[in-house]
């Protein structure tokens, strides 16, 4: 039996769609066999990108697309800024932390400058998914404990602690048997006044579970905007009763920031920033160098002392100059092209415009999100019941209007808008004109 994925396979091709596929996309997508069947490929139809440009994507035909999805490069495909100053680094030195560099210093001092003043200290990595593992080790080390909580359909990684701590995954990865899942802060469904309370109540019941197996409790690994859950942002401030019993209880709140942080809510730089909480440990990677493998745990000296005074790290790419000089330029970037600015206010319209589609179309049921990342719930019209086949189908219709997006979501039915912070008005509005016509071609 193979395995479904909520995250992987919701918006994926299948095998059984090959012989429907021009003569060239078959074969490259019968050359992929070599890589083995976990891959997956998006679309019924795979798409072949050959070069990207700000907020556009372009085919080996030269059909170009509108990226509402890619949060990896976050200023844009192909920016100027980080493609010199790669290419600069590169023609000097690039190597690994265990010899003296400017670089790693002067992005790691700026960065922590955006983080709150108890957070001062940072290591490297790859990936989002090596940051959490990272941060996971240092929190059971500072709390002399290894039982880790998180929402029930939580994407944190794959390695192999993280993939046992990330549910959406699917039915048949295993999960720790130190783990605990608390349910998705459903704020469309739930019909409960004060989310925050709530949410902490089924923390609390979940410590008490796992103290009761006899495993001490260490802490809560959350992404901000719950991303893979479906995307569940407001009310701003709901999570801090939640890190208050979390610490009450003598846990650590890791934020995994991967998807939330460097500007993409447009009211904070960080996610957690909008709920008015300082975590323990902070976790981020996807956009941090605008597609160069970079991440990195930025922490408290404090929490950091025990696993540090133990174990000796060392990343041999992580951290290298020419990361690092990604980085840099894109933390500039976002600064000087105004980028978190831009999320707010674009994300806002975008949001505006689909919830007035919303009331002309019974089947988008819910229009939620925070700056330029939006969730937008596809249910059966009269109902809160997810549609995912609904929602597949309009992936597919928005697709052929040449825009870009995937799905979340335990059940797979929510179009899941991520663009480049760099989305312009225009943007915007080719989105809208193709959503609403995706929404009138589903009902024709």
């Not at 019968?30 to 994507?57: D, N």
């Not at 605990?180 to 409960?192: A, E, F, K, N, V």
Request: charged share 20%.
């Amino acid at each position: 039996m193979t395995s479904t994925s909520t995250i992987m396979d919701s918006n994926s091709f299948k095998a059984k769609d090959l012989a429907s596929l021009d003569k060239a996309t078959a074969a490259l997508v019968a050359r992929r066999e070599v890589l083995g069947p976990s891959y997956r490929l998006f679309y019924q139809k795979p798409l072949h990108f050959v070069r990207g440009k700000g907020t556009r994507l372009y085919t080996a035909d030269g059909e170009e697309y509108l990226d509402a999805y890619n949060n990896i490069p976050s200023l844009g495909h192909s920016h100027p800024k980080v493609a010199q100053a790669v290419s600069q680094q590169l023609g000097l030195i690039n190597t690994h932390t265990r010899y003296l560099h400017e670089g790693i210093l002067d992005y790691a001092e700026d960065l922590l400058s955006t983080l709150p003043g108890a957070i001062d200290r940072i290591m490297f990595l790859l990936s989002g998914s090596e940051a959490n593992d990272l941060a996971v080790r240092i929190a059971k080390a500072a709390s002399g404990s290894t039982g880790i909580l998180v929402t029930q359909e939580a994407y944190h990684g794959n390695t192999d602690l993280i993939a046992k701590l990330s549910p959406a995954i699917g039915a048949d990865q295993p999960m720790a048997v130190d783990m605990r899942m608390i349910p998705t802060p459903d704020t469309y469904r739930l019909g409960t006044g004060d989310i925050g309370q709530w949410m902490a109540g089924c923390v609390k019941e979940q410590i008490d579970d796992l103290r009761r197996h006899g495993i001490g409790f260490a802490g809560i690994l959350l992404d901000s905007i719950f991303s893979s859950d479906g995307v569940f942002p407001d009310d701003a401030g709901f999570l801090r009763p939640v890190i208050d019993l979390v610490h009450e209880e003598g846990g650590f709140y890791i934020a995994d920031e991967v998807q939330p942080g460097f500007a993409r809510t447009g009211e904070a730089f960080w996610g957690f920033e909008r709920h008015g909480i300082v975590p323990d440990i902070v976790t981020m990677g996807k956009p941090m160098a605008n597609g160069i493998a970079c991440s990195g745990v930025a922490t408290k000296a404090e929490v950091l002392s025990a696993f540090a005074e133990g174990s000796p790290y060392f990343n041999t790419f992580a951290g290298s100059p020419v990361a690092m000089a990604a980085a840099s330029a894109t933390l500039a970037a976002i600064r000087e092209d105004g980028l978190q600015e831009n999320a707010k206010a674009i994300g806002s319209s975008l949001k505006e415009g689909l919830q007035e589609l919303a009331r002309s179309f019974p089947e988008l049921g819910d229009v939620r999100g925070a700056g330029l990342f939006l969730g937008l719930e596809i249910v059966v019209p009269g109902s809160t019941r997810p549609d995912h086949a609904t929602a597949v189908k309009l992936i597919e219709e928005m697709r052929e209007r040449h825009v870009l997006v995937s799905l979340c979501g335990p059940a797979g039915n929510v179009v899941k808008v991520r663009p480049p912070l760099a989305f312009s008005n225009s943007d915007k509005d080719l989105f809208l004109s193709a959503f609403e016509g995706s929404l009138k071609a589903l009902g024709a």
